[in-house]
T-cell receptor
Framework: KAGVTQTPRYLIKTRGQQVTLSCSPI?????VSWYQQTPGQGLQFLFE???????NKGNFPGRFSGRQFSNSRSEMNVSTLELGDSALYLC????????????FGQGTRLTVV | GENVEQHPSTLSVQEGDSAVIKCTYS??????FPWYKQELGKRPQLIID?????GEKKDQRIAVTLNKTAKHFSLHITETQPEDSAVYFC???????????????FGKGTLLTVNP
């Protein structure tokens, strides 16, 4: 079974631009969650989607948004990029969330210059 | 919301020794506690998890204990090996079996170094 796939692996963007990251979950998994990983803050929860519905959202500004498609693939978008948005963005999939194991993708390394 | 504290932030042990990493959580409704291992440049991978109806769980050299009253849980690694060197994250979730509120709150991580 293929694992969680994130594209692209690396991105360099300029302040003020926007960016879209993609996550393809493990086949059959309907829950996709996103996390931002930085050296100082660790792994911070962005949002979680299940069957195309956002069920939970972390404490990030409205510039961070996401969506999930009917095939469970998910995208997250960051508009008006700031230098502080530089981080590793990880997505994780699980069959339904809750008590089930979350499998992480390799992440997208975003650098804002 | 939930807050997870993890200690120590760095831990250095000699090969063959034991390593213990401790976490505390604030939300008494949390009922699922996974531990992830992240090697340099790689994705976090689940190594063990425990649910709130269990006090201890073992998997070969790894064990996790949970004290619901004190709201803390710990990871124990015995007979450490150099390949155990990585960053370890604890996490807590108040997700239920229906998955209606799934969210993992992570500790800030422990860098474990096992010296040969």
């Amino acid at each position: 079974k293929a694992g969680v796939t994130q594209t692209p692996r690396y991105l360099i963007k300029t302040r003020g631009q926007q960016v879209t990251l993609s996550c393809s979950p493990i086949s059959g998994h309907r829950s996709v969650s996103w996390y931002q990983q930085t050296p100082g803050q660790g792994l911070q929860f962005l949002f979680e989607y299940f069957s195309e519905t956002q069920r939970n959202k972390g404490n990030f500004p409205g510039r961070f948004s996401g969506r999930q498609f009917s095939n469970s693939r998910s995208e997250m978008n960051v508009s008006t990029l700031e230098l502080g948005d530089s981080a590793l963005y990880l997505c994780a999939s699980s069959p339904a969330g809750g008590f089930t194991e979350a499998f992480f993708g390799q992440g997208t390394r975003l650098t804002v210059v | 919301g939930e807050n997870v504290e993890q200690h120590p932030s760095t831990l250095s042990v000699q090969e063959g020794d034991s390593a213990v990493i401790k976490c505390t959580y604030s939300d008494s409704a949390s009922n699922y506690f996974p531990w992830y291992k992240q090697e340099l440049g790689k994705r976090p991978q689940l190594i063990i998890d425990i649910r709130s109806n269990v006090g201890e769980k073992k998997d070969q050299r790894i064990a996790v204990t949970l004290n619901k009253t004190a709201k803390h849980f710990s990871l124990h690694i015995t007979e450490t090996q150099p390949e155990d060197s990585a960053v370890y994250f604890c996490a807590a979730s108040n997700g239920n079996s229906g998955g209606s509120n799934y969210k993992l709150t992570f500790g800030k991580g422990t860098l474990l170094t096992v010296n040969p």
